[in-house]
């Protein structure tokens, strides 16, 4: 079983700060990928990356900034936190196996930006 | 682009009726990949199942879908609902972009199982 851990679990932030969310994979996967989950949009990717020193942008990225430097780590930046950025954030690693790769998904962080 | 519709956002029954969450997708592609992730209350998704061969039933936990490529469909199905089936289901299909896959997911639909 694929070990995605994030943290921290929960953060409470201001508006204008800069938050930094981080997630950790044990498995060597070559994929990786930022998640926001809301009620009524289900999930939606932020950003991703193919392997370390690689970042993409999703569907959502305004406002995001993503850091992928190592195979195990990535990280997901919030340089000006707004209200708008509250929310359940996940991250999820991937083989990389292609159109048939299962991703694993970490606890999740929840973030209040007040 | 390509698409994933689940159309009931919430689905409520009792505890042993049969359980069926609709998914359909649309891609360009002739080969698509479905999904089917289940999300329980304060955790995280994970995968219950997946399909990559047209009208080959696949099974997990109970669980039981099957893609069908004329219909672009991947229905989730049960014959019996209990009470810990009650859950946040996504379906997703992988789509590719550039030389890798994403997926894309669908809306989500919220099951729940009354006694």
């Known amino acids: ?114 | 682009g390509d698409s994933v519709t689940q159309t009931e956002g919430l689905v409520t029954l009792t505890e042993g009726l049969p359980v069926m969450l609709n998914c359909t997708y649309q891609t360009i592609y002739s080969n698509p990949f479905l999904f089917w992730y289940v999300q329980h209350l304060n955790e995280s998704p994970r995968l219950l199942l997946k399909s990559f061969t047209d009208n080959k039933r696949t099974e997990h936990q109970g669980f039981h879908a099957t893609l069908h490529k004329s219909s672009s469909s991947f229905h989730l199905q049960k014959s019996s609902a209990q009470l810990s089936d009650s859950a946040l289901y996504y379906c997703a299909l992988s789509d590719r972009m550039d030389s890798n896959y994403q997926l894309i997911w669908g809306s989500g639909t919220k099951l729940i199982i009354k006694p």
Not at chain 1, 25 to 42: A, E, F, I, P, V
Not at chain 1, 46 to 65: F, N, W
Request: glycine letters at 12%; charged letters at 15%; aromatic letters at 10%.
């Open chain 1, 1 to 114: 079983e694929a070990a995605v851990t994030q943290s921290p679990r929960n953060k409470v932030a201001v508006t204008g700060g800069k938050v930094t969310l981080s997630c950790n994979q044990t498995n060597n996967h070559n994929n990786m990928y930022w998640y926001r989950q809301d009620t009524g949009h289900g999930l939606r990717l932020i950003h991703y990356s193919y392997g370390a020193g690689s970042t993409e942008k999703g569907d959502i990225p305004d406002g995001y900034k993503a850091s992928r430097p190592s195979q195990e780590n990535f990280s997901l930046i919030l340089e000006l936190a707004t209200p708008s950025q509250t929310s359940v954030y996940f991250c999820a690693s991937g083989e990389g196996l292609g159109g048939k790769d299962t991703q694993y998904f970490g606890p999740g962080t929840r973030l209040l930006v007040l």
